[in-house]
């Protein structure tokens, strides 16, 4: 974290992002408290501020808002960086239908450049449970938020009980860069409170400007009932020469 507040190469924007981002978050949380919707009931809305901050070229931002109803989970996106001069909007949908063991997952985005996004998850299992997963896009300009592969097909498996829950998934690229994969190996315990601790231990290898890379990175996410904070380390993101760091802060309400 020192490497990334005192470089010369953070600008005035990441920084006031980041402060911005932390303070919505906060009088969300709290307007959303005290509108006395504090109940039993699962929040429907969900607000993410991210700042991104790469070793190299800049930094960036983006907004997102998901709206959980009958009909699953919708959200909009909106991600921009000056400095890289990247920017892109983004909408997306997915839900989750039960068929006895099963629990089937599809997933859908489109954004701004006229990317297309689409992907399938199935899993089966209570306690111990495995799945599968594909992916596939039409190939148009996008920033890839999600950071693992869109072009791909995943494998998953754990173990959830008592608060806890374990799992790995490994997912490969399918189409253009078969090089490329992710192993996960994600850790939530749940806390008094409402509390919740999740740590996502990545491990990645492929190719990055025709050198094949064996990197490690971890995200760390804490939870309260109504907002959260996550922070990530990710070296060669999207299998390109850059590390990044990125701070996200939300609210539930």
Not at 65 to 77: I, K, P, V
Not at 120 to 139: P, Q
Not at 160 to 189: K, M
Request: aromatic share 14%; charged share 20%.
């Amino acid at each position: 974290m020192k490497a990334i507040f005192h470089c010369r190469s953070v600008s005035p924007f990441f920084i006031r992002f980041i402060v911005m981002a932390m303070l919505g978050g906060a009088a969300l949380s709290n307007a959303a408290a005290q509108s006395g919707d504090a109940g039993n009931d699962k929040p429907a809305n969900k607000l993410t501020l991210g700042g991104y901050h790469f070793a190299d070229s800049g930094n960036a931002g983006d907004i997102n808002w998901r709206h959980s109803n009958d009909f699953g989970d919708t959200w909009l996106g909106y991600y921009h960086s000056a400095a890289r001069e990247e920017h892109q909007g983004r909408a997306g949908w997915d839900n989750t239908f039960t068929f006895d063991t099963l629990r089937v997952t599809p997933a859908a985005q489109i954004a701004s450049r006229g990317y297309l996004n689409g992907s399938v998850n199935v899993e089966t299992g209570d306690t111990w449970f495995i799945g599968a997963g594909f992916g596939r896009t039409n190939l148009r300009p996008n920033w890839n938020l999600n950071f693992d592969p869109n072009d791909s097909w995943a494998v998953s498996g754990g173990w959830r009980g008592d608060g806890r829950s374990f799992a790995l998934q490994w997912i490969r690229d399918n189409r253009e860069n078969p090089d490329e994969r992710h192993l996960h190996a994600i850790y939530r315990q749940a806390l008094a409170g409402g509390q919740r601790a999740t740590l996502d231990i990545l491990h990645k290898r492929g190719l990055v400007d025709g050198a094949s890379i064996h990197k490690t990175g971890v995200s760390f996410t804490y939870d309260w009932p109504r907002y959260f904070v996550r922070l990530a380390y990710d070296p060669k993101v999207n299998f390109t020469p850059e590390d990044m760091w990125r701070l996200a802060v939300g609210t539930r309400f």
